[in-house]
C-alpha cells in the first residue's frame, strides 16, 4: 500500500499568512494525486486534482504542485473561510490512500 | 446531488445497508466510491465500483464483510456491511469520480451517514 504523509499535522496562522502544506507518498505516484478540504461535520471538497489542478469554483488562493513523491499546496493570503482540515489522497493505485490531514486553525 | 441513508446503531456482529441516491448528474456514467471516517479521525477509503459495476474494490479492512454495489436503474448506490465491529463505527460518504477516465478522485460527496456499531 501507497502511504500518504503530511505535514505539519497542524499549523496556526493569520488571516492574509501564505500557508503551505506537504504531502509525501511512500512510492512515486506520478501527478494522482489530489487535494481537499473539510470543514467540521462537513463532507470533504475536492480543491486540486491530478496533483496541480483547479478544482472548478475553487477560489485561485489555492495552488498546488508537485509529482512523483513530493507533492505542496499552497494558500496564497489566507481568508477566514479557509480554516479547516486538508487531506492529500494518491489516486495512483488501489487500495487509495489518504494523508492524516493537517488542520489550519486561526492564531 | 447524492444523499446517504441507511446508517444506524447496529450491535458487534450485526449488519446494515446503506444507500446513495443521485440526483442531477448521469449516475451510470460515473464509477462511484464509499469512504469513511471514524470520530475524530482522518478519511478511510473503503470500496470503488465502476460505472457497470463489473469492477469492484475493496479495502482489507472491510473485504470479505463488506459488499458494494449498484442499481443504474434506480440511480442508487449501496453498501451491505455484514460482520460489523466497533471499529466500523464511522460516518459514512458515498462520493462520485466524475472523470471519463476513472482518475479516483471524488467530487461530489453525499453528506454522509452516521453507522454506530456497539452493544
Known amino acids: 500500500d501507497i502511504q500518504m504523509t503530511q505535514s505539519p499535522s497542524s499549523v496556526s496562522a493569520s488571516i492574509g499568512d501564505r500557508v503551505t502544506i506537504t504531502c509525501r507518498a511512500s512510492?512515486?505516484?506520478?501527478?494522482?494525486l489530489a487535494w481537499y478540504q473539510q470543514k467540521p461535520g462537513k463532507a470533504p471538497k475536492l480543491l486540486i486534482y491530478?496533483?496541480?489542478s483547479l478544482q472548478s469554483g475553487v477560489p485561485s488562493r489555492f495552488s498546488a504542485s508537485g509529482s512523483g513523491t513530493d507533492f505542496t499546496l499552497t494558500i496564497s493570503s489566507l481568508q477566514p473561510e479557509d480554516f479547516a482540515t486538508y487531506y492529500c489522497?494518491?489516486?495512483?493505485?488501489?487500495?487509495?490512500?489518504f494523508g492524516q490531514g493537517t488542520r489550519l486553525e486561526i492564531k | 446531488q447524492l444523499v446517504e441513508s441507511g446508517g444506524g446503531l447496529v450491535k458487534p456482529g450485526g449488519s446494515l445497508r446503506l444507500s446513495c441516491a443521485d440526483s442531477?448528474?448521469?449516475?451510470?456514467?460515473?464509477?462511484m466510491t464509499w469512504i469513511r471516517q471514524a470520530p475524530g479521525k482522518g478519511l478511510e477509503w473503503v470500496s470503488y465500483?465502476?460505472?457497470?459495476?463489473?469492477?469492484?474494490y475493496y479495502a482489507d479492512s472491510v473485504k470479505g464483510r463488506f459488499t458494494i454495489s449498484r442499481d443504474n436503474a434506480k440511480n442508487s448506490l449501496y453498501l451491505q456491511m455484514n460482520s460489523l465491529r466497533a471499529d466500523d463505527t464511522a460516518v459514512y460518504y458515498c462520493?462520485?469520480?466524475?472523470?471519463?477516465?476513472?482518475?479516483?478522485?471524488?467530487?461530489?460527496w453525499g453528506q454522509g451517514t452516521l453507522v454506530t456499531v456497539s452493544s
Open positions: 462520493a462520485g469520480d466524475l472523470t471519463v477516465v476513472s482518475a479516483k478522485w471524488f467530487d461530489p
Open positions: 465500483i465502476s460505472s457497470s459495476g463489473s469492477n469492484i
Open positions: 512510492q512515486a505516484i506520478s501527478s494522482w
Open positions: 491530478a496533483a496541480s
Open positions: 442531477g448528474f448521469t449516475f451510470s456514467e460515473y464509477y
Open positions: 489522497q494518491q489516486a495512483n493505485s488501489f487500495p487509495i490512500t
